[in-house]
Nanobody, 115 residues
Framework: VQLQASGGGLVQYGGSLRLSCAAS????????MGWYRQAPGKQRDMVAT???????HYADSVKGRATISRDNAKNTVYLQMNSLKPDDTAVYYC??????????WGQGTQVTVSS
């Protein structure tokens, strides 16, 4: 399974981005899909997840500013980020968790927020 993350880039403080994660497999086969991020020198942290049933979960740091969604027909998960801050600067990774093996990770997409 391959996860192709895209949509990152340079954005100004207060701006918005939509990240996409396109899977090479049927995303309904995954128990959970999510977005994680890793800033330089820091650990990789969860940003948002969505289960196969549609339940969502967000990190406190992005609640109210982020929306995770999935398009099952396109095998794609999205992360809409608004009101971006410099603290949101990180490499964003897509993760897919199957029910019977370790998780898959995408290659990451850089998000840089300028102040």
């Amino acid at each position: 399974v391959q996860l192709q993350a895209s949509g990152g880039g340079l954005v100004q403080y207060g701006g918005s981005l939509r990240l996409s994660c396109a899977a090479s497999a049927n995303i309904l086969s995954f128990v959970v899909m999510g977005w994680y991020r890793q800033a330089p020198g820091k650990q990789r942290d969860m940003v948002a997840t969505v289960s196969s049933s549609g339940l969502t979960h967000y990190a406190d740091s992005v609640k109210g500013r982020a929306t995770i969604s999935r398009d099952n027909a396109k095998n794609t998960v999205y992360l809409q980020m608004n009101s971006l801050k410099p603290d949101d600067t990180a490499v964003y990774y897509c993760k897919a968790v199957p029910s019977n093996r370790p998780a898959y990770w995408g290659q990451g997409t850089q998000v840089t927020v300028s102040s």
